[in-house]
C-alpha cells in the first residue's frame, strides 16, 4: 500500500501529485535538544529548543483529463503558501469512497443536486459535488450504503475515521458531522468542528478526523463488515445562504499509531522549466518541520482518578512513543473549604510544581507541561519551582492539597486526568 501524504488538508499522494522519493521523512526524532525547565518562583513561562529538520519530497505533478499542468500547479502552490500545517504520513489506512464516480450517492438535508466533479477533488478521479437550498435541515450532505467495507475488530477502537469537505463559503458554517458503520440503523456518529491539525474551518478544502474512541453510537455495530454506510452533513446555521459548490473529497479509516504527524511549513517549492511532457514535469518540495518532531493528532487520556478525598492523591501511568512526553494534567476541584494551594508532584522525575491560590468548589486547574502554562479557570496564574518532567515507561505521580489548617481534609474531593500527545 503507498502511504497517504498530507500537508494540511493538501493530498500529496493522489495521481496529480506523486511523491518518487522522500528524504528525512522518519516518524522518530532527528536531532533532539531540550533545554531543562527553568526553576524560579511565579515562572509561568520556560524556554525550550527543538532542532527543524528539512524533509525533501522529489516527484512528478501532472495534469488530469480536465485540469492543465498550470491548473494544478496553481492549485498545490496556494495549498503550499499555508504555515504551520501538519504534514501528515500514514503508512495504514483504508479508502471507503474509492471516488470513481458518484453512483450509490444520496442527498441528505437541505442538498438538492449531486453530481461527479473532476475539477476539484483530493483522492480518485474526483468529487461529490453536492448543491442546496436552505431549508429548516441546518445541515446538507450526502450519503451512501454501498461504501468499500473493511474488517475493524482487530483493531477495537484505536484509529479514526478522516474526510475531505471542500466548503465555498464559511459564513454560518459550524462543524461537519461524519456516520459511519453497518446502515443507517447501526453506526458511529460525531461532529467536528475543526481541521485536524487545529486549523480553523476555511475556504476550500477541509480535512476531518474523527477518532474512534470519542465516537457515539447509535444501534449495534458489526466491526467485521464495517463502513458500508458513510454520510457526511455540513452543518450550519441561519445567516448560510445556498451553495452550489459542497463537496465531499473522499473518506477513510487511518490506524493512528501509524500516523505521524509533523508540525511545519513549506520552505521551498520547485518545478523543472523544462517540460519533457506537456501535462508533467519534475518537482522538488522542501518541508521544514519546525520543531523536529512528529506527535498523533489528539490527545488520548491514560490516567484518571475520581472522587478523590485525602490530602494526597498517588497514581502510577505508563507513558509510550519515542520522544519525553509531555502531558496536559486536568485537576477538578469538587468541594474545598480553606485550600491555599495544589502540589503536583513526579516522584519517579523528583520533580514538583505548587500553585499557590486559594481554591473554591467548581474550580478547575489545568498543567500544561507542553505549552509551560498553568490555568486555572481558564485564567493563566503563576506557579513556584518547576512543571514536572515526565519519563518514558511508568511515572509514579503525586497531587497534595495545602490549606490553611482551618478546615478538615475530608472536605475536599478532586477529579485527576492526564492526557497528551503520543
Do not use: C
Amino acid at each position: 500500500m503507498a502511504y497517504l501524504v498530507l500537508y494540511g488538508s493538501q493530498n500529496l499522494s493522489n495521481k496529480k501529485f506523486l511523491i518518487n522519493n522522500a528524504g528525512n521523512l522518519r516518524s522518530t526524532s532527528i536531532g533532539i535538544q531540550s533545554i531543562q525547565n527553568a526553576r524560579f518562583a511565579g515562572s509561568t513561562v520556560v524556554d525550550k529548543k527543538v532542532n527543524g529538520k528539512t524533509i525533501i519530497l522529489n516527484g512528478v505533478i501532472q495534469g488530469t483529463s480536465e485540469l492543465s499542468l498550470q491548473e494544478v500547479m496553481k492549485e498545490y502552490q496556494v495549498a503550499f503558501n499555508k504555515e504551520d500545517r501538519y504534514l501528515r504520513v500514514t503508512t495504514n489506512y483504508h479508502m471507503f469512497t474509492p471516488m470513481a464516480n458518484y453512483l450509490g450517492w444520496q442527498a441528505n438535508g437541505d442538498t438538492t443536486t449531486i453530481s461527479f466533479d473532476e475539477d476539484s477533488f483530493q483522492h480518485g478521479d474526483g468529487s461529490i459535488k453536492f448543491q442546496t437550498v436552505i431549508d429548516s435541515n441546518e445541515y446538507a450532505g450526502v450519503s451512501t450504503i454501498s461504501a468499500t467495507e473493511m474488517d475493524i475488530s482487530e483493531y477495537s477502537n484505536s484509529g479514526a475515521f478522516e474526510v475531505w469537505v471542500y466548503l465555498p463559503d464559511i459564513t454560518g458554517i459550524t462543524g461537519v458531522q461524519m456516520r459511519v458503520g453497518n446502515d443507517s440503523s447501526n453506526y458511529y456518529y460525531n461532529t467536528e468542528t475543526e481541521q485536524y491539525d487545529g486549523s480553523p474551518i476555511e475556504v476550500g478544502w477541509n480535512y476531518f478526523s474523527f477518532r474512534v474512541e470519542t465516537m457515539n453510537d447509535i444501534g449495534t455495530v458489526d466491526p467485521f463488515n464495517f463502513g458500508s454506510y458513510i454520510a457526511v452533513n455540513v452543518l450550519y446555521d441561519d445567516s448560510t445562504t445556498a451553495q452550489t459548490e459542497f463537496r465531499l473529497g473522499g473518506v477513510l479509516w487511518q490506524e493512528e499509531s501509524r500516523s505521524t504527524n509533523y508540525k511545519s511549513y513549506v520552505s521551498n517549492f520547485l518545478v523543472s522549466s523544462e517540460y519533457y511532457e506537456v501535462d508533467h514535469t519534475k518537482y522538488t518540495l522542501d518541508i521544514l518541520a519546525h520543531e523536529g518532531i512528529s506527535e498523533s493528532t489528539g490527545d488520548f487520556n491514560v490516567y484518571a482518578t475520581a472522587n478523590n478525598t485525602s490530602a494526597t492523591t498517588s497514581g502510577e501511568l505508563t507513558l509510550d512513543g519515542t520522544y519525553n512526553p509531555l502531558p496536559i494534567v486536568s485537576i477538578n476541584i469538587n468541594g474545598a473549604t480553606n485550600v491555599s494551594g495544589v502540589t503536583l508532584s513526579n516522584v519517579t522525575t523528583g520533580d514538583s510544581v505548587l500553585i499557590d491560590r486559594t481554591y473554591s468548589a467548581g474550580d478547575k486547574l489545568i498543567i500544561d507541561t507542553d505549552n509551560r502554562s498553568v490555568t486555572a479557570n481558564g485564567e493563566a496564574t503563576d506557579y513556584d519551582d518547576v512543571l514536572p518532567r515526565f519519563d518514558l515507561g511508568v511515572n509514579d505521580i503525586q497531587v497534595s492539597i495545602q490549606t490553611t489548617g482551618e478546615e478538615s481534609e475530608e472536605k475536599t474531593t478532586q477529579d485527576i486526568n492526564l492526557t497528551g500527545e503520543v
